[in-house]
């Protein structure tokens, strides 16, 4: 079964700290993660995914098989970072079903 | 390109109603999903869609249904109502290249009474 877990609902840091979303997921096969925030009043935006193995928006996010991980990190926050983040998983070659976490609600405070 | 629209944006219902909510996408995509977000729960798939006249179930269908006549149009039906409705609705969809990620829509708010 496909599971992914956000485990912290909120986190609120200071601008200029770094920040670290945490994202761990189970799943037998190998994965495609991906992480989407959602900005307030805004609809629901890819942010990562991680085949691409990019930076947007100064994140990045890192695969851990081992760990079976795929936090999101950014080494300086901005206020304009608040938003709801949602790491999700989809397996290779299979189901089109998209598993989702429960989010977290990041807070950039000034 | 307009991306991915739903209407209505709100909607009230009393329990036993139906409705059907829209979803519309200008992107040629194949791929159409209709998602419910609760409060700390996420989002969970209700249906998806992997063509025109081709859908299946997700995690949530039970007391709605769907229909692919077109590539552009995904309409999300609720047959009967019922207050464990309520619930923020968003319709999305991808290419061919799941990796890709998804493009979604702006959501319906449905309450049921």
């Known amino acids: 079964a496909q599971r992914v877990t956000q485990p912290e609902k909120l986190l609120s840091v200071f601008k200029g700290a770094p920040v670290e979303l945490k994202c761990n997921y189970s799943?037998?096969?190998?994965?495609?993660l991906f992480w989407y925030v959602q900005y307030s009043r805004q609809r629901l935006q890819l942010l990562l995914r991680?085949?691409s193995r990019e930076s947007i928006k100064g994140f990045t996010a890192d695969l851990n098989k081992g760990e079976t991980s795929f936090h999101l990190k950014k080494p300086f926050a901005q206020e304009e970072d608040s938003a709801m983040y949602y790491c999700a998983l989809s397996g290779r070659g299979g189901s089109e079903k998209l598993v989702f976490g429960k989010g977290t609600k990041l807070t950039v405070n000034p | 390109n307009a991306g991915v629209t739903q209407t209505p944006k709100f909607q009230v219902l009393k329990t036993g109603q139906s409705m059907t909510l829209q979803c519309a996408q200008d992107?040629?995509?194949?791929?159409m999903s209709w998602y419910r977000q609760d409060p700390g729960m996420g989002l969970r798939l209700i249906h998806y869609?992997?063509?025109?006249?081709?859908?299946d179930q997700g995690e949530v269908p039970n007391g709605y249904n769907v229909s692919r006549s077109t590539t552009e149009d995904f309409p999300l039906r609720l047959l009967s109502a019922a207050p464990s409705q309520t619930s923020v609705y968003f319709c999305?969809?991808?290419?061919?290249?799941?990796?890709?990620?998804?493009?979604f829509g702006p959501g319906t708010r449905l309450t049921v009474t």
């Open positions: 991680h085949i």
């Open positions: 992107m040629n995509h194949e791929y």
């Open positions: 799943y037998s096969g190998s994965p495609e």
């Open positions: 869609s992997v063509g025109a006249g081709i859908t």
């Open positions: 999305a969809s991808r290419t061919g290249d799941r990796a890709r990620g998804q493009y």
